[in-house]
């Protein structure tokens, strides 16, 4: 259900003025979906949404990296059929 919670948000965002947008792998294997933009008012709609979906997310704002000023917004979402390894 969380994955498909994070297509759906995936489609929202790129109907938005986006610069970068990228799902990777994180930590202990749990998907995160990174969007990029130039524009406050962007990250503002894209929080909305997410706390609509009562997603986590953690938003930043980068002065200066790979694209110039911008902020990023993180969504993590536990992928369970990643088989975990047992912590010592």
Known sequence: MLLEEMKNTIKYAV???IDY???????KGDKVLRITTKSQHVIGLLETYLENLELEYKSEFE?????D???NIYVGVEDSSIFRLKEI
């Open 63 to 67: 002065i200066s990296g790979k694209y």
């Open 15 to 17: 109907e938005l003025d």
């Open 21 to 27: 947008i990228e799902v990777f792998m994180g930590y």
């Open 69 to 71: 000023a911008s902020y």
